[in-house]
């Protein structure tokens, strides 16, 4: 009785080993095709890692090339309200950001004049945002101009004058001969925190030591890149 019963047993679990075998068999399919789908998972994204870093550069580039555009755009504009200060005072410089921002009273006018809207004192090439002046007598005119008559080469710089007045006002020099302008260090990227002083100034420049991605008359830092309206 014993023996039949083991007999039962035996092929009952034979019986169920080979139903489940197509089971296990299909679970052990399975657990291959998941780990070749991580393996591929691990290597798409370990190729987008590459990109990704491959690709930093470039776009921190992009960024800077966007953030040197505006101040451009920026430094130019604050370069145009210095030259209409001059027109709408008869011949006076502004001696602060103020000057420019606050409007100017015109004889015979009611309202006030204004010149530069309030975005365009803000340096976005740094933290503090502060144009730092440049007046005639600043390192920086003097080396803003000897670049300037490099990248024209032959043609004096007097004859891109603007006007006249600042021509009479000694603001430009009168360069003999062939500049031998330095090859411009690369910079820093610190920030000039000196304070602006006083007195009239003729120009901005960007208070970021960095080397530029764009050129200014064939400038390559923002420190040397002055705004003035003084040449067209």
């Known amino acids: 009785m014993t023996t039949k019963t083991n007999h039962k047993d035996q092929s009952g679990t034979a019986c169920l080993a080979a139903a489940a075998a197509p089971y296990a ?35 921190r580039q ?4 966007m953030l040197e ?9 604050v370069a145009e ?8 005072t008869l011949g006076k410089l502004p001696t602060s950001m103020d000057d420019l921002t606050k409007g100017v009273q015109v004889p015979g006018r009611i309202n006030k004049v204004y010149l ?24 920086e005119w003097r080396e803003f101009q000897e670049g300037l008559q490099k990248y024209v080469g032959q043609v004096p710089i007097t004859s891109l004058a603007r ?3 600042y021509i009479d006002k000694n603001l430009v020099t009168a360069f003999t001969g062939v500049i031998d ?4 260090e690369k910079g820093d990227c610190g920030e000039d925190t000196a304070p602006n002083g006083t007195g009239e100034f003729i120009g901005v420049t960007s208070r970021s030591r960095c080397s530029s991605v764009l050129t200014f008359y064939g400038i390559d830092r923002h420190d040397r890149w002055v705004f003035t309206p003084v040449f067209r």
């Open 25 to 59: 068999s299909h679970a052990r399919w399975r657990a291959g095709e998941d780990g070749y789908t991580l393996v591929a998972l691990l290597a798409v994204m370990a190729i987008l890692a590459l990109a990704m870093t491959a690709a930093a550069p470039s776009l």
């Open 62 to 65: 992009q960024s800077q090339r």
């Open 163 to 165: 006007a006249q007045y």
């Open 181 to 184: 302008v330095k090859q411009t």
């Open 81 to 88: 309200a210095i030259d209409q200060y001059r027109l709408l």
């Open 116 to 139: 530069l809207r309030p975005s365009a004192t803000r340096d976005p090439l740094t933290k503090s945002g502060e144009w730092k002046v440049v007046r005639a007598t600043d390192r």
């Open 69 to 77: 555009q505006e101040a451009i755009y920026r430094g130019q504009e």
